[in-house]
């Protein structure tokens, strides 16, 4: 699995069924969602923002892509979520990469994480933040589905505050 | 990560935080659990018995271990669950190997199933039932909390059924 081959593995409209575990109160809290992956061309106005506000040539960048998405929460109050970001991949030569974010996971700035396979095609993202640190993994268990579970853990590393996980099926 | 490493970072009492998603309805389901890992003796005659019920020589047996638990789903009218099997590595010489356990995981019979190490240390065992298959990913994320991703596919493995995550922490 590269880069290239799970951006494309991953455009499309999926149907989200996410949880996460906030684990110092045991609470979980159940969110659904649709989320669109799109491809972008690198030469779109957004993929060159993003490149240079990390001082990085565009030219290094392969498959960009946006996310969109609108949830619902089963908190009480929770007005229904939805947002957008611009993701770019910087492949290194051995496969894993940056990648870049317009607006991230754990705080909603730009971000800038590191990227590895793992043998089995697994994606694993770890992207720090100013006062915490996020631990993506995306697998596909079939074209149609994926898994993807999510740590926000405290920025040393040493603890978890939010695990979530959604499986997500092709719309 | 070798089996005897992972079992030994296995050992003592969880609470278990776990959501199901019951993918055909997005239904989601919450179970709060303790989960209890102890080390067995090869020599512990549940340990023997299960060895003779797969023809397998007891010698080829490593770290194996029980596990029970008790537990609490969020269903409406569901009883608390409680339960424990015994579970039997017999590893392979390159590290990867078969797990015999008293009691399976998608259905309530003894299985035999094959597990893998990804080079980051997650386990990752896949079993066949008679009218099923399950794929078990577990891995730490600190010597204190790991997670647990199970799947449970139909026998032909192209569509999943349930999808749940379990976020465990030492108690």
Excluded at 144 to 161: E, F
């Amino acid at each position: 699995m590269d880069m290239a081959q799970f951006v494309h593995n991953s455009i499309g409209c999926w149907k989200s069924q996410r949880s996460a575990h906030h684990l110092a109160f045991a609470h979980f809290e159940a969110v659904q969602s649709e989320i669109q992956i799109s491809l972008l061309q690198v030469t779109d106005p957004p993929v060159q923002d993003l490149c240079r506000q990390y001082h990085i040539d565009p030219i290094r960048a392969i498959a960009p892509f946006s996310m969109s998405w609108q949830g619902q929460s089963d908190w009480e109050d929770s007005e229904p979520s939805q947002g957008s970001c611009v993701l770019v991949p910087i492949p290194d030569p051995d496969g894993a990469g940056q990648l870049l974010r317009s607006q991230g996971y754990a705080e909603e700035i730009p971000a800038i994480g590191r990227y590895v396979f793992l043998p089995d095609g697994t994606f694993v993202l770890t992207t720090p933040y100013d006062r915490a640190s996020a631990e993506e993994r995306i697998w596909f268990v079939t074209p149609q589905m994926r898994c993807r579970v999510s740590l926000i853990k405290t920025r040393s590393g040493t603890g978890v505050v939010t695990a979530s996980f959604a499986s997500e099926i092709r719309v």
